[in-house]
């Protein structure tokens, strides 16, 4: 644009410097304002030839820049040129293949063409298959209504094995909870099983803990009583000892069941004396106490004489005592009974006395007897004691100690017999009329051997005095 302006502006000066210059020639005429304005124009022009020259080289310069397009062109040309070129070679070798592939498709039609043929006698041995299968067919439906009707059965069948699996099923379940029933069962027993191990165990340690203790118990169980027998021993001393010298029975010592000393004249020294207010009332000295069997009573004159056994057991008091402590007071005797079935009975006389060893320690007088059971002392009074070493008794022949196995104011040989042997059980066959009897029709005869017996004595003193 600015280069169209510059070429216009040449022009422009072209033809006003020919206006110029024939407006000179005229102002030839008139040298003096001609000059003036050739300079001015000429101003003008050299204005123009440094705008015309700027303009030039900006045309310069955009040819430079044309000239590289155009190289940059021709670079582009050269190489779309040989890309041309390869392309060229590549549609070339296409059209190679695309040759071959021709070749191919015709020699694959050649393999198609005997394909068809083949396929069509393929075809005629498909129909005549066919034919076949049609036949077949046939019997494959006779063969599919068998079948059915054997499906059927099956069926059937399978109904019946699937309700026999269920019962299977439920059985196996049953079972299975069994199983496990059975398994916690066992569980259990195994963990009773082991606790009962434990306890065995324990037990086992717990005895022999308590078998030393029971040995240990037993030992000083033995020593209490050693120790209680002792003090017992030493309040009775203490107590007889206290009083021996106003008491000459146990009335002395009123409702009294235990020892106590005495002193009776005649007797050398104070002894004790067991007392009884269960039976009969008060002030009943024991003189004679069968209870259990302990101490043997088939003993010899001298021992009946001075007394044996222990007076809070089994014992006789002795008959030099009982010879005085009936000599100068009357006195009651009381027999008291009991057998193995806990029957008691009672025999009572109101003038008991006992002779002198000069008399052989005679029955000398019972008086009236009373009582729940019969007189089987009848026989005995104003008889002499026997012993198995000392017979004084009625028999001729015999000693009835020794044939009662006792010692008493034996007759030939009476109804009485209660120092005789203590049996423990009835003794009608091997000891009959050797144990402990008191014969009576309503109660035991001598084939009996009694349980316990009781003979006491006590003053005929009047019941205030009791
Ligand atoms: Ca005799």
């Known amino acids: 644009m600015r280069s169209e302006i510059c070429v216009i502006a040449i022009f422009?000066?072209?033809?006003?410097?020919?206006?110029?210059?024939?407006?000179?020639?005229?102002?030839?005429?008139q040298p003096s304002s001609s000059l003036g304005k050739c300079e001015v124009i000429r101003d003008k022009l050299a204005k123009y030839q440094s705008v015309c020259k700027k303009i030039i080289q900006d045309r310069r310069r955009h040819i430079q820049i044309y000239d590289n397009l155009a190289r940059n062109l021709q670079f582009n040309n050269t190489h779309l040129q040989s890309t041309i070129i390869e392309h060229a070679a590549t549609i070339i070798s296409r059209n190679d293949l695309l040759v071959n592939c021709e070749r191919e498709a015709k020699e694959r039609e050649k393999k198609l063409c005997s394909l068809g043929i083949a396929l069509n006698s393929t075809l005629i041995q498909l129909r005549e298959s066919n034919e076949t299968v049609a036949a077949l067919s046939s019997q494959n439906a006779l063969l599919e209504s068998e079948l059915s009707e054997k499906k059927a059965e099956i069926d059937k069948q399978n109904e019946t094995i699937d309700a026999l699996s269920t019962l299977v099923g439920n059985q196996n379940s049953s079972v299975?909870?069994?199983?496990?029933?059975?398994?916690?069962?066992l569980k259990e027993l195994a963990d009773h099983q082991n606790t009962i191990n434990m306890l065995q165990a324990e037990l086992v340690r717990s005895n022999a803990a308590v078998e030393a203790l029971g040995k240990q118990n037993d030992e000083?169980?033995?020593?209490l009583s050693a120790s209680n027998a002792s003090i017992k021993h030493l309040n009775e001393l203490v107590e007889g000892y206290g009083s021996c010298c106003q008491a000459s029975s146990c009335v002395a010592f009123g409702a009294s069941n235990t020892v106590h000393m005495i002193q009776v004249s005649g007797v050398p020294d104070p002894f004790q004396v067991l007392c009884n207010s269960q039976l009969a009332g008060n002030g009943w000295t024991v003189i004679q106490r069968?209870?259990?069997?302990?101490?043997?009573?088939?003993?010899?004159?001298?021992?009946?004489?001075?007394?044996?056994?222990n007076v809070t057991g089994e014992f006789f008091i002795g008959l030099e005592r009982l010879h005085h402590m009936t000599k100068d007071t009357p006195q009651q005797l009381y027999v008291w009974l009991e057998d193995f079935s806990n029957n008691t009975r009672y025999a009572s006389f109101d003038d008991f006395k006992i002779g002198s060893e000069q008399e052989a320690y005679a029955l000398l007088s019972l008086g009236k007897h009373q009582g729940t059971?019969?007189?089987?002392?009848?026989?005995?009074?104003?008889?002499?004691?026997?012993?198995?070493?000392?017979?004084?008794?009625?028999?001729?022949v015999n000693n009835c100690a020794e044939l009662r196995h006792?010692?008493?104011?034996?007759?030939?040989?009476?109804?009485?017999?209660?120092?005789?042997?203590?049996?423990?059980?009835?003794?009608?066959?091997?000891?009959?009329?050797?144990?402990?009897?008191?014969?009576?029709?309503?109660?035991?005869?001598?084939?009996?051997?009694?349980?316990?017996?009781?003979?006491?004595?006590?003053?005929?003193?009047?019941?205030?005095?009791?």
């Open 290 to 309: 069968r209870i259990n069997g302990e101490v043997d009573f088939y003993r010899s004159w001298d021992e009946y004489k001075r007394g044996f056994g």
């Open 176 to 185: 299975l909870e069994l199983k496990q029933a059975n398994m916690l069962q």
């Open 220 to 223: 000083l169980r033995a020593q």
């Open 406 to 466: 006792g010692a008493w104011w034996y007759d030939h040989c009476g109804y009485s017999n209660l120092n005789g042997f203590y049996a423990e059980a009835d003794l009608e066959y091997d000891y009959a009329d050797k144990g402990i009897f008191w014969a009576d029709d309503d109660f035991h005869e001598s084939d009996y051997s009694l349980k316990s017996v009781i003979m006491m004595i006590r003053p005929k003193v009047s019941k205030e005095t009791l």
């Open 12 to 29: 422009a000066l072209l033809v006003v410097g020919s206006s110029g210059r024939s407006r000179a020639r005229a102002e030839t005429v």
């Open 373 to 396: 059971v019969g007189d089987a002392m009848r026989m005995n009074r104003g008889q002499k004691f026997t012993t198995f070493d000392q017979d004084n008794d009625a028999d001729e």
